[in-house]
């Protein structure tokens, strides 16, 4: 059956790939994705030889019972090209994945938080005597992000971004990612299982 590979971080799909039940039951007994191969007719294990491992988070199937979505954490490319995704031909629209775009501007604001000099702006904004400076920018952004309609969506946009990226900086200062947020959304959301 064919099986969505996602970042369970980012949203972003990484790969189509197919199971068979072997590779199913591997993939849950040992939390790295394993595949089927139909052009070889064998089981292969993701990363086996890259080293681009895919750390299993769950496994969800569809309503029919006849593809899975394995969410994962990828170590390194999900690509045989060495591209972090193997969707990138574009043949229509102008959108790459931009949710994803989120969870890449806190693995880039962690990153330099880590190599920076410590007199360097992003250092400083990210030591833990720096959470209280991002929560009050934080709070006073909020207010212009959430302006009067007469603010044009250029500027709600501009507004929401700086927004966005402060609270990033809070949540690396506060050591948390935003997959952590956005599961406090999901489950104050409380989904219903349908009865029909």
């Not at 931009?98 to 330099?112: G, H, I, Y």
């Amino acid at each position: 059956m064919p099986a969505v590979v996602q970042d369970a971080r980012s949203g972003r799909v990484l790969t189509v790939a197919y199971m068979n039940r072997d590779a199913l039951e591997r993939t849950l007994a040992e939390e790295q994705t394993w595949f089927w191969s139909r052009s070889r007719a064998e089981l292969w294990h993701k990363g086996a030889t890259s080293g681009n491992v895919q750390r299993v988070r769950g496994v969800v199937a569809d309503c029919d019972a006849d593809a899975l979505l394995i969410l994962v954490d990828p170590d390194g490319p999900a690509c045989h090209t060495g591209a972090r995704t193997c969707f990138f031909t574009r043949l229509a629209g102008d959108q790459d994945e931009p949710f994803a775009a989120l969870a890449d501007l806190a693995a880039t604001v962690s990153a330099r938080a880590a190599e920076a000099d410590p007199s360097a702006r992003i250092r400083r904004a990210c030591w833990p005597a720096a959470s209280t400076q991002s929560a009050r920018r934080s709070a006073r952004k909020r207010p212009r992000s959430c302006s009067p309609p007469r603010a044009s969506s250029a500027n709600s946009i501009y507004e929401s971004a700086d927004l966005l990226y402060h609270l990033t900086v809070l949540w690396q200062a506060s050591g948390v990612g935003p997959e952590e947020v956005a599961a406090e959304l999901a489950r104050r959301q409380t989904p219903r299982a349908s009865t029909a």
